[in-house]
Structure formats: structure tokens, C-alpha cells
């Protein structure tokens, strides 16, 4: 990881000074209210330290895709509320991202005050990465600072093009995800162990790649190690399983092979005729014993025992993706077990575990042990990404 600044690079006092601050406030909404804070109480440390130091705060965020035109109904001003509350402070919300309107807006701000620009997203300029957009932004600014991981992998505007209009910084949240990702797999400490689930190989084939060359240990779970099996000959019966993906499959555990990345699949499974709870049709059996009208929901018992055992002799854990379909009992228990084992292992001090992907963070919320992990990630596409191996533009930005 290339070196980037934080906030402790900033003086102490920032009386006055105007902060471009890049958040990610793109909520889950439903009927007009938002369903999940998580996002505003990851930034709000950020903007609270810069206001507390006296730095006017102006926040630059994107909601829904409004393809470069204002829509009433993606206004950020629906948001403001929420982050009234979160903050416990006032919040001004400010029509433009630039322009005189938006410096006058500023202008009127007091050192310490917090002002919500509109939906970046309003202006074509941003997703066109516009080096004049961006520079009609960073005009009402005297630092950029961005906290917006999940928002990383993009090169827009407000993500990329401002962190070389002015000097640049992450803030506290995207501090703590760059220095987390870099402990999980950027110089991780070894032997590391990936843990690669859910449904398609087909979504998630560069992060296998990439993993087999980085990790000592790649296990593979859910649906998609439905495809490594029958890369290897077994009959999957009825499971999901990317028939046309056995020949990629093969490739990645040669190339594995080759790299000296040890691919662990299931022995055992969780079998049934029909995807229900709890089918009368369910059993476990070896992989080499499903039959053809059966498919495969979970890795059985006897997998999750030999990954506990992986675990325990490793020192990194990164994991995307879960063991099974665990949005339906019992098919959660190997993603469960994974869970907690992680949790606990890294409470023992001997794991450093890190966790991502919009499914997995769901399935630790589930295990009840999404606080005993070391680190869980909730950038989505930016976290997969970044699993991917790929140079995120907004990180690569701030690192410049
Ligand atoms: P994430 O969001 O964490 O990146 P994915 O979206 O790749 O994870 O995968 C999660 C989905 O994979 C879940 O909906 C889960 O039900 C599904 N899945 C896992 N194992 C199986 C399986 N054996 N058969 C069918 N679906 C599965
Ligand atoms: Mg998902």
C-alpha cells in the first residue's frame, strides 16, 4: 500500500479552513425513510474531529443513479435528518456543489459548521471524471479529504479528479478500512487463509485468481465450489453449478497448485430434493454420493470441521462469500460455524480476520458475531474489487 495522508498530517487548528469531505451517503431507503444508518455513523467520526477543529465541513456525497440531471426524488436533502441525528449536530443543506450559490452558502458558514452539498451525481462532470467540474468544486475549498471507501472504486469527480485539485487526505473510516485491507492481504501476516463462497464462480473469478496467488490456503464454499466439484469429476446433481466455467476452474486450481496455494473443497455436503426450510428430503452425504435429482445447499460437517483445522494454523483470514444458502435454515449452519469459529479464534488473539461482501456482512450479523471479528468491510463493490487485486482510483488518488 502506497502511502497516503490522514488527518493527523492536517495542523490542528483548521479555523475557517473549507473541507471538501467525499462521504458515502447512498442509503438503503424504503418509502422516503432510510433502513440502515451503518454508512453515517462510519463517517461521522470524520465530521465531527474537522468541525471539533474548526474546519467549515462540506460533504460531497452521490445517491441513486440520477445519470447527470437533478431528480426531486434523489435529492441528498433526504438524508439530512438522519445525519442530524447521528451527529447531534446541525447540518445546512446546500443546493449546488459549486457555483456562486454554493460560495455564498459557504461563506455564510461558521468555523465548526457542517454544510450537506447536493447530490454530486446532478452533474454530468462527475461521473465523467471532468477536470473542469472538479475544479468548479475545488474552488470552494482548501482540502480534500475522502471517506468513502465504498464509493473508491469508481473514477469519478468527487472521488478521483478533486484529490489532484488540492490537498488530499482519508479520513478516519477509510483509514481504518486501507489499513485493515492492507493487514488482511496487502502484507498480511502469514500463512493466510481465504475463505471464497457464495453463489457464482462467474461473479467472482478475479478474486479467486488473485487469491490463489496471494494466500497459502484458498477454501471454497457454496455454490461455486458446486463447479470446482465437477471440474473434478464429481456429479452435482441438480445444484447451481457453471457447467460451461469447469475448464476456468480447473485453470485456477493449477494455477494454485502451481503457486503453492492449497484449495480446499468439501468432502461432505448438505443435500435435498427441494429449496425450502428444513426439507424432509435433507441429508448429508459425501460429495462423490448426490444423487441426480438432489443439489447441494451447504458444506457438511465434515468440511467445516477440516476448515476449523485450516484456521487454527493460520495467522490472516479474509473471507467473501457465504458456505451456503443461509437465508434458509439449516442451510446457514456451516456459514454460522465459519462465523463463529472466526470470531472466536480472533478474540484468542491468534487471527486477524477480515470480512466482506453485502451477503457476508448479513451472514455475521446472523452468526451474532459481527463485533468479534477484527474487521468487516461494508464497500461491496469496492471491497471485491480491491479482493480482485485492482488499484482502486480514489485510493490510488489519495496515495499520489
Ligand atoms: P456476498 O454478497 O457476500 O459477496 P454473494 O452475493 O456472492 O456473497 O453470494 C451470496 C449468495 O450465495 C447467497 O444468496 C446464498 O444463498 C448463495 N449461495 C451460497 N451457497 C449456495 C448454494 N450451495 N446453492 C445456491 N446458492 C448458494
Ligand atoms: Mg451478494
Same mark, same amino acid.
Given at each position: 500500500?502506497?502511502?497516503?495522508? @490522514?488527518?493527523?498530517?492536517? *495542523? ?25 444508518? @451503518? ?8 465530521? =465531527?474531529?474537522?468541525? %471539533? ?25 433526504? &438524508? ?7 451527529? %447531534? ?65 469508481? $473514477? ?23 489499513? $485493515? ?6 502484507? *498480511? ?25 496471494? &494466500? ?27 457447467? %460451461? ?12 497448485? +502451481? ?17 425450502? +426450510? ?13 444423487? $441426480? ?8 460437517? =465434515? ?24 437465508? @434458509? ?33 448479513? $451472514? ?28 482502486? *482510483? ?7
Amino acid at each position: 500500500m502506497s502511502a497516503f495522508k @490522514t488527518l493527523d498530517d492536517l *495542523p490542528q487548528d483548521l479555523s475557517g479552513q473549507r473541507a471538501l469531505v467525499r462521504v458515502d451517503l447512498n442509503l438503503p431507503m424504503k418509502d422516503g425513510q432510510a433502513t440502515d444508518l @451503518t454508512r453515517v455513523t462510519a463517517v461521522a467520526p470524520t465530521i =465531527l474531529e474537522l468541525a %471539533d477543529r474548526g474546519a467549515k465541513v462540506l460533504l460531497l456525497a452521490h445517491y441513486g443513479r440520477p445519470k447527470g440531471e437533478r431528480h426531486s426524488t434523489m435529492s441528498i436533502s433526504m &438524508v439530512q435528518g438522519d445525519l442530524e441525528r447521528v451527529l %447531534d449536530r446541525e447540518v445546512m443543506f446546500i443546493p449546488e456543489v459549486a457555483g456562486p450559490v454554493a460560495a455564498q452558502a459557504i461563506d455564510i458558514l461558521r468555523p465548526g459548521d457542517i454544510g450537506l452539498m447536493e447530490n454530486v451525481r446532478f452533474w454530468p462532470g462527475e461521473e465523467a471524471n471532468d477536470a473542469d467540474f472538479a475544479k468548479s468544486i475545488a474552488a470552494n475549498g482548501d482540502f480534500y479529504v475522502n471517506d468513502a471507501f465504498s464509493a473508491a472504486h469508481r $473514477a469519478h469527480a468527487s472521488t478521483e479528479a478533486l484529490a489532484h485539485l488540492l490537498p488530499a487526505y482519508a479520513g478516519r473510516a477509510m483509514e481504518k478500512e486501507l489499513k $485493515a485491507l492492507d493487514a488482511a492481504l496487502g502484507t *498480511p501476516q502469514p500463512p493466510v487463509a481465504a475463505v471464497v463462497g457464495g453463489a457464482k464462480v462467474s461473479t467472482k473469478l478475479a478474486v479467486l485468481e488473485n487469491l490463489s496467488r496471494k &494466500v497459502q490456503h484458498l477454501v471454497i464454499g457454496g455454490g461455486m465450489a458446486n463447479t470446482f466439484l465437477a471440474a473434478n469429476g464429481v456429479h452435482v446433481g441438480m445444484s447451481l453449478c457453471e457447467h %460451461d466455467l469447469t475448464d476456468t476452474a480447473r485453470a485456477i486450481m493449477d494455477a494454485a497448485d +502451481a503457486a503453492g496455494c492449497t484449495i480446499h473443497l468439501p468432502y461432505d455436503v448438505v443435500v435435498a430434493k427441494e429449496f425450502a +426450510a428444513n426439507p424432509p428430503s435433507m441429508r448429508v452425504c459425501n460429495v462423490h454420493e448426490v444423487a $441426480a435429482d438432489e443439489m447441494i445447499l451447504d458444506i457438511g460437517p =465434515l468440511a467445516v470441521e477440516a476448515l476449523g483445522d485450516v484456521l487454527k494454523t493460520c495467522a490472516t483470514l479474509v473471507w467473501n462469500g457465504p458456505l451456503g444458502a443461509f437465508e @434458509t435454515p439449516p442451510f446457514d449452519e456451516a456459514t454460522v460455524a465459519l462465523a463463529k469459529t472466526a470470531a472466536a479464534l480472533t478474540q484468542a488473539g491468534a487471527l486477524v480476520s477480515v470480512a466482506g461482501g453485502g451477503d457476508t456482512v448479513a $451472514a455475521l450479523a446472523h452468526a451474532g458475531v459481527a463485533e468479534d471479528v477484527t474487521y468487516i468491510s461494508t464497500a461491496g463493490g469496492a471491497f471485491l474489487e480491491w479482493m480482485e487485486g485492482k488499484e482502486l *482510483p480514489g485510493v490510488a488518488a489519495l496515495s499520489a
